[in-house]
């Protein structure tokens, strides 16, 4: 299995990664490190086929857009107002690529997701077993 991580944070990386490499289900497993939305469009357009699961941290810091996700940010970003992290999350559910959403705030966009569809979103301070399972 190979997971990529979206979160702007090298601590969340480290702790989440470690986390899943001591569950025997995952001690396998390939984990992909993606820093912002730049990073992780190019390793989704060098092989998205090779990537099982994308796991999006919410908030990421403010970037440019990038071209792949123009469309999604002309549609719902102006109008509702969701962030980098949703963004990706639209474009990952059009190409059918499983994901969730990990969040410090998974609370704050409730608004903004009762008019856009949304995956299983996590808070930051699950136990590491209650994120395991969310996988």
């Known amino acids: 299995m190979k997971i990529l991580f979206v979160d702007d944070k090298p601590v969340t990386h480290a702790y989440y990664r470690e986390e899943l490499l001591k569950d025997a289900r995952y001690k396998n497993c390939e ?40 469309s999604y940010y002309q549609k719902y970003g102006k109008e509702i107002r969701l962030n980098e992290g949703q ?14 959403y990990l969040s410090a705030y998974p609370n704050k966009y409730r608004k903004e997701w009762e008019q856009a569809p949304v995956p299983v979103c996590l808070s930051k301070e699950v136990t590491a077993s209650e994120f395991i399972n969310a996988i």
């Open 87 to 100: 963004l990706l999350g639209l474009y990952l559910r059009d190409k059918g690529k499983p994901y969730l």
């Open 31 to 70: 984990i992909e490190l993606a820093f912002d939305l730049r990073d992780a469009i190019d390793i989704l357009n060098k092989g998205m086929d090779k990537i099982d699961m994308v796991i999006v941290d919410l908030h990421l810091p403010d970037s440019d857009i990038p071209e792949e996700l123009n």
